[in-house]
């Protein structure tokens, strides 16, 4: 069975669609679930260690934002 569509909800889908946009449906971990605020600080720590243990991290990060802020011509 269709589902019933507000027209202006469909008026203003034509036109994004018009403008050479589609539909899409994205799923994004559950922020209230318990459980998540943990999971990230656990995660955090994970990349904090392993960005400590890269001895050229700090070179590559600064030469990076040099180039972008045009210091580094090629």
Do not use: Y
């Amino acid at each position: 069975m269709p589902v019933s569509v507000n027209p202006k909800g469909r008026k203003r889908r034509d036109a994004l669609r018009a403008a050479g946009l589609r539909p899409v449906q994205i799923w994004l971990p559950d922020t209230r679930r318990p459980g998540f605020g943990e999971e990230c600080r656990r995660q955090s720590r994970l990349v904090a260690a392993a960005d400590a243990a890269d001895r050229d991290l700090g070179a590559v990060l600064d030469a990076a934002l040099g180039d972008l802020a045009g210091e580094h011509e090629a």
